[in-house]
């Protein structure tokens, strides 16, 4: 498994399907039965002396539990130290789990024709000076992230802040409209090379898209799942 830190003795049975493979530990002599699907998104660490049985789906904050499809929510991650730059919220917040309002020095006025609008255009009217994580009401769901539990995401973070003033990203789906969210590195890669992303990080390894060779397809891509 790519990047994953794997204790002695462990078992992995046929077809466990785990989507990063770098942000998964096992203690030594677990077992993690057939069919397990481990959704990481964040890491995920299982002790020793474990047992997942068959079937078994374990997944981070970033989805909706409350429906069958799993749908992945967009939210931000923010500095742990600078949450209450951005938000109402005077907490960490690891596992995306608390809504809480964006601050009001951040936030757009209203315009006062809100209720004339095509719901299209209300809905993508910026709401703060961060419009990609501020739902219609100016709160957000958030994570945070904190250099003790996550020293590289928080130095790329930082370094973005670096970079923009900004000390908070979107979190979101890794995929396009009608496809699977990807699994493997290999369908991170296939993603990667079919948009119009220009960098993909892959564990400790930074891809450039303009070094790579043009991705040879058989077939049409757009044509390969049905959008929802």
């Keep these: 498994m790519f990047g994953a830190k794997v204790g002695k003795g462990v078992v992995i049975k046929p077809s466990v399907n785990i989507k990063f493979p770098w942000k998964l530990k096992i203690g030594d002599h677990s077992w993690i039965g057939e069919g397990v699907w481990i959704d990481n998104l964040s890491d995920v660490i299982i002790g020793g002396h474990v047992a997942l049985s068959q079937g078994c789906l374990l997944l981070t904050g970033s989805h909706d539990h409350r429906r069958e499809t799993f749908d992945f929510l967009s939210a931000p991650i923010v500095l742990e130290e600078r949450v209450s730059d951005y938000f109402e919220l005077d907490r960490p917040s690891p596992y995306m789990l608390l809504v809480a309002d964006v601050v009001p020095e951040r936030r757009v006025p209203k315009k006062g024709d809100e209720e004339g609008l095509p719901l299209v255009e209300w809905v993508n009217r910026p709401r703060s000076d961060v419009p990609a994580i501020t739902h219609v009401d100016y709160s957000a769901r958030i994570q945070t992230v904190s250099r003790e539990e996550n020293p590289r995401y928080h130095a790329l973070i930082g370094e973005f802040e670096q970079l923009t003033g900004y000390g908070v990203i979107v979190n979101t789906s890794f995929n396009v409209r009608g496809e699977p969210i990807v699994c493997t590195p290999e369908d991170a890669y296939r ?6 992303m220009d ?11 303009q070094a790579q060779p043009q991705l040879a397809e058989r077939y049409d891509w757009r044509n390969e799942y049905k959008l929802d």
């Design 191 to 196: 993603c990667f090379m079919r948009t119009e």
């Design 199 to 209: 960098y993909l990080v892959l564990g400790p390894f930074l891809i450039d898209k």
